[in-house]
RNA sequence: UGCCGGAUGGUGUAACGGUAGCACAGCAGACUCUGGAUCUGUUUGUCUAGGUUCAAAUCCUAGUCCGGCAGCCA
């Protein structure tokens, strides 16, 4: 038996425990899951969070949290909380060790002073634009600038005065003196260190040079004791740069940098700058709007940490770029839902429905199940009385073949009620449309306990009684994205925004049963056939219940007839 | 066209020289107090061409296609 934080094999683990068998890092497994702070945690990063975590749990070894805040221009605090409590939320902990890079600078700067001191690093005087044009193109060799043979004294003394601030942004930059001629544009004397005046959301001002990503990252490593250092697939080329560093530095610790690939998913922007553009142009309500990929959307939408890590361990970990349906996150869901949400009869598009045979005034308490699939969540009275609303695609005048709910002359069941006959259709004479349906009831038919509780009928409907019925306001969410496929942004003209769903996030009120209130916030509820129902706890903004549609049971009917009628 | 990486059904992933399996999606059926859920069955696959071998998704060679790399971002 597994549980939902194992992930499946995969190459990594193959690494791992063949590491383990040779005693390669004294027997120990020590990974990171290394954020920046300048955003918030989508469904990508989950992915990364689950394989971390995961690995030094199944290993018995562990996992930090650090940040990768190098970069102050970019950085905020408001992130690096929003990061901790959304990985605690997936259900992860880091226990004490909880790192900055930032924590790092004093040994990440003398980590350099040595290398300039080795003769391997120094300071270069090329603008920026220079740099550029020196460095060459991949398919030619770039070539040495002309600062490359600075003594290290020279280098050293400039890199001091870099860093008591007497020059200005860009004017200096250390560079690790590698190979300008290497096939590999990072080994081409690339940048460790840069003056950068920003405030930094930690270090305030007291530094004004910054280590680029590329120096800081591996020592960081090497520093916490790192074992396998796990990045994403565009960092494949920066792993000769990764070990030349802690090899030219003969760090005690060598961690081994393992790339695999980032998530895709269809229907779905991962790209953080973009997401941040959703953001900052007022496009979404903010980073954690429900429509949002993000961790904090998706647990605004009704996601549980147990879906979304049972995802992460479904979708494996390789090195192909692959494209994932988003199908199976929404599978995952379900799954997870439909064994602990409560059920609940709610409309969302009333059609009253009068049963000209049931005395006015009465009022039957029905027994409704709460769970079909847990009967530890026991049941709950639903009150049942002459009018009735019903959903109103569930009646039909003229029922096309294969339709089985109600019409004239039909008779369905009423879900722990009784079952009824439709005898005939009221209709709205401004619209045509059907305004009031009419039936008889079966007395002996009621649910559980008439001498025809089994009567056999077509079909089931939910409904509530329109008297005691609540309303309640959501959004129902929908994809935010319309295209089939992230290919298809192209096609909109490469302006991401254009491909934004506009029905999305629509209001909605549906007619409830009386109890559902009772059950408190943060539940969730299925609606019977319609789909799911959440409101976040901590969430009191007005139209925050959300109403989750894609993540939806789907309509037999109108998926097999074509119809897209179903609301 | 330089370097690095990748390629298994519609999608994702497993098999690490020995029966190509699993999941999602799809389709079909059973069951059901909703046609959902559940259960059962099922269609579809090793990029191409050579080679090694009793035996190749797996090893070798050549090709094809896809991704990444030219921030003083990470």
């Known amino acids: 038996m597994t549980t939902d934080t194992d992930t499946a094999s995969h190459f990594i683990?193959?690494?791992?425990?063949?590491?383990?068998r040779a005693n390669k890092h004294g027997g120990q497994v020590v990974t990171r899951f290394p954020p920046e702070p300048n955003g918030y945690l989508h469904i990508g990063h989950a992915k990364s969070i689950c394989m971390n975590f995961g690995l030094a749990e199944e290993f018995r070894g562990r996992c930090h949290l650090r940040f990768?805040?190098?970069?102050?221009?970019?950085e905020d605090v408001e992130y690096v909380d929003a990061i901790q409590a959304d990985i605690r939320w997936l259900g992860f902990d880091w226990g004490e060790h909880l790192h900055f890079a930032s924590d790092y600078y004093q040994h990440l700067y003398d980590c350099a002073e040595r290398l300039i001191q080795l003769g391997r690093a120094y300071v270069c005087t090329l603008t920026a634009e220079e740099f550029k044009a020196y460095r060459g193109v991949p398919t030619q060799p770039g070539r040495p600038s002309p600062w490359r043979d600075r003594p290290p004294a020279e280098s050293l003394d400039l890199f001091r005065r870099m860093k008591a601030g007497e020059f200005a942004d860009g004017q200096y930059v250390l560079r690790a003196k590698i190979d300008m001629a290497s096939p590999n544009l990072h080994l081409r004397d690339p940048v460790i260190y840069r003056i950068r005046r920003a405030p930094h959301h930690r270090t305030g001002d007291t530094w004004c040079i910054y280590p680029m990503y590329d120096f800081a990252h591996c020592l960081s490593d090497a520093v916490e004791g790192i074992?396998?250092?796990?990045?994403?697939?565009?960092f494949e080329v920066h792993r000769p740069l990764y070990d030349w560093i802690l090899d030219a530095l003969a760090t005690p610790c060598h961690p081994q940098q393992i790339e695999f690939a980032r998530l895709n998913l269809s229907y779905t922007l991962m790209s953080k700058r973009k997401l941040q553009l959703l953001v900052q142009e007022g496009l979404v309500q903010g980073w954690d709007d429900p429509r949002m990929p993000t961790l904090a959307g998706l647990r605004r939408r009704g996601y549980t940490p147990a879906a979304i890590r049972e995802f992460c361990r479904r979708i494996g970990v390789t090195k192909f770029n692959s494209l994932t349906d988003v199908a199976l996150l929404e599978h995952c869901l379900r799954d997870d839902l439909n064994r602990r949400a409560a059920r609940a009869m709610a409309v969302l598009r009333p059609l009253r429905l009068v049963i000209e045979n049931y005395p006015a005034g009465r009022v039957e308490n029905m027994e409704a199940v709460n769970n079909p699939e847990d009967p530890a969540q026991g049941v709950r009275p639903v009150p049942f009385s002459r009018e009735l609303l019903i959903e109103r695609d569930d009646f039909m005048e003229n029922p096309p073949s294969g339709f089985y709910r109600l019409a004239p002359g039909r008779a369905v069941?009423?879900?722990y009620g009784y079952c009824v006959e439709c005898t005939g259709v009221?209709?709205?004479?401004?619209?045509?449309?059907?305004?009031?349906?009419?039936c008889v009831y079966d007395p002996d038919s009621r649910s559980g306990a008439g001498a025809k509780r089994?009567?056999?009928?077509?079909?089931?409907?939910?409904?509530?009684?329109?008297?005691?019925?609540?309303?309640?306001?959501?959004?129902?969410?929908?994809?935010?994205?319309?295209?089939?496929?992230?290919?298809d942004e192209a096609a909109a003209g490469g302006d991401f925004r254009r491909v934004l769903n506009p029905a999305s996030l629509q209001k909605v009120t549906a007619m409830c049963e009386p109890g559902l209130a009772q059950a408190g916030p943060g539940a969730h509820y299925q609606f019977e056939r319609l789909g799911y129902f959440f409101t976040d706890p901590a969430d009191s903004r007005p139209g925050a219940p959300v109403f989750n549609r894609t993540a939806t049971l789907r309509d037999g009917w109108a998926r097999e007839s074509g119809k897209a009628g179903a609301g």
């Open 13 to 20: 683990k193959d690494i791992i425990a063949a590491d383990l």
């Open 68 to 74: 990768d805040d190098t970069n102050p221009a970019t």
């Open 227 to 234: 074992t396998h250092s796990i990045c994403t697939l565009e």
């Open 413 to 415: 069941r009423l879900r």
């Open 426 to 438: 009221v209709k709205d004479p401004a619209t045509g449309e059907p305004a009031e349906v009419h």
């Open 454 to 487: 089994n009567k056999k009928v077509k079909a089931t409907l939910h409904w509530v009684s329109q008297l005691h019925a609540r309303p309640l306001e959501a959004r129902l969410y929908d994809r935010l994205f319309t295209v089939p496929d992230p290919a």
